[in-house]
């Protein structure tokens, strides 16, 4: 049987917006919450399902010390080459989409009835056509964007910059979330955004 997405919240936006932010907010407040993020880079880490076939794409070169698969060599490899960007997504996305329908699943048999799933691709993988509950878009301002991000990861402006600038642009997004979560402002004011937006969701 297909999953019930229409029990999830979505959450999505570009890089450095803060998806993941609104998320911790959201287990804070009892969700059961899943980052596709995070699961790739489970699926990507040493003894992760998706080492060996990455690396038969790739070449043993993406391997790191670990045996893991070297996320930023890996990013540099698919940046504008479609090809290898669909090779690669070809095997992520559908292993991340079945290991988060297997712990919705589970979650929803142990009573959870409050589930949000993050991830930047809700739009352009078409995941919402799904079905989900409710999809959220996070937006902020370019600046703010850049300077999290710079701060997060070390990465140099101009690389994040060129990643936001491949990105679907957030007005296309903004047409087709049914919520728009602001985060320019701080951590309070995105948890005042996210209750006052999202808590009042009901469950399906
Ligand atoms: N409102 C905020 N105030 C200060 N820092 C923030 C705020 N929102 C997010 N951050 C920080 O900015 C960085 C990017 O946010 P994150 O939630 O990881 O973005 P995303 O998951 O969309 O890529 C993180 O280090 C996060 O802790
Ligand atoms: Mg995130």
């Not at 959450?11 to 803060?18: A, C, F, L, V, Y």
């Not at 048999?109 to 691709?121: F, I, R, V």
């Amino acid at each position: 049987m297909a999953f019930p997405w229409n029990h999830v919240i979505g959450i999505t936006g570009g890089i450095g917006s803060g998806k993941s932010a609104v998320l911790e907010i959201l287990a804070r407040h009892g969700f059961f919450c899943l980052s596709a993020d995070r699961l790739t880079h489970e699926l990507l880490a040493p003894g992760g399902l998706a080492v060996d076939q990455i690396c038969s794409l790739f070449g043993s070169e993406v391997l790191n010390q670990e045996g893991g698969i070297d996320r930023r060599l890996l990013g540099t490899l698919v940046f504008r080459n479609q090809d290898r960007k669909k090779a690669l997504e070809e095997v992520l996305h559908p292993l991340v989409l079945s290991q988060s329908e297997t712990a919705f699943t589970t979650a929803l048999a142990n009573g959870e009835d409050l589930l949000a799933y993050e991830s930047p691709l809700i739009f352009e993988a078409r995941l919402d056509q799904r079905g989900f509950r409710q999809i959220a878009l996070v937006i902020c301002s370019l600046e703010t964007r850049i300077d999290r991000v710079m701060a997060r990861s070390g990465l140099p402006r101009e690389a994040i910059l060129l990643r936001i600038q491949n990105q679907m642009p957030d007005e296309e997004k903004v047409k087709k979330a049914d919520i728009v979560i602001n985060n320019d402002g701080n951590l309070e004011d995105l948890e005042h955004e996210v209750l006052q937006k999202l808590l009042r969701v009901p469950p399906e």
